[in-house]
C-alpha cells in the first residue's frame, strides 16, 4: 500500500505522524462539538505536545480570519456593486466568519501539528493499516 499523502492527511486531520489516526472526534458542523484527541488512536502520539501547545494554532486562526475577512468583504463589493453602507460589509463579514469558524477551529490546529511543528516528523512505519498497540 503506498504511503499516505500529507495533503490527505491535512485534509481528513489526520495524525502528522502515522497519517492514518483521527486529530479530532466529533463532526466539524453536527450536534456534537468537535474535540481534540489527546492521542492519536492509531499510533499513540500525544497530539499537545507540550502544555499550552495550541495557542499558537490562535495566530494560524487569525491569519485565516483576516484572509477570509479580506476575501469576503471584497466579494461583497463586486456583487453589490459599490454599496457604500458599512452596515451591509459589516454583517456579511460577521455572519461568515461565524459559519467558518468550525473550520478555522480544525484547520489552524491541523496546520500546526503538519507544518509549523519542526519536532514532529512523519514515520512511515506506522502509516500501515495494522492497527499499533503502544503502551
Not at 505522524?17 to 492521542?39: A, D, V, W
Request: aromatic share 16%.
Amino acid at each position: 500500500m503506498p504511503p499516505t499523502s500529507k495533503i490527505n492527511a491535512i485534509i481528513h486531520a489526520k495524525c502528522p505522524k502515522c497519517r492514518r489516526g483521527p486529530i479530532f472526534s466529533g463532526s466539524m458542523y453536527g450536534l456534537s462539538f468537535q474535540k481534540t484527541n489527546e492521542f492519536c488512536s492509531h499510533c499513540g502520539m500525544r497530539f499537545e505536545v507540550e502544555p499550552g501547545y495550541f495557542y499558537a494554532a490562535m495566530y494560524v486562526s487569525y491569519a485565516f480570519v483576516v484572509g477570509q475577512m479580506l476575501t469576503i468583504g471584497m466579494l461583497t463589493y463586486y456583487i453589490t456593486g459599490n454599496d457604500k453602507s458599512p452596515w451591509l460589509y459589516i454583517t456579511t463579514i460577521l455572519i461568515s466568519i461565524l459559519l467558518l469558524t468550525p473550520i478555522n477551529y480544525r484547520y489552524s490546529r491541523v496546520i500546526l501539528l503538519h507544518w509549523l511543528s519542526p519536532k514532529i516528523k512523519y514515520n512511515a512505519y506506522y502509516d500501515t493499516n495494522d492497527q499499533i498497540k503502544h503502551v
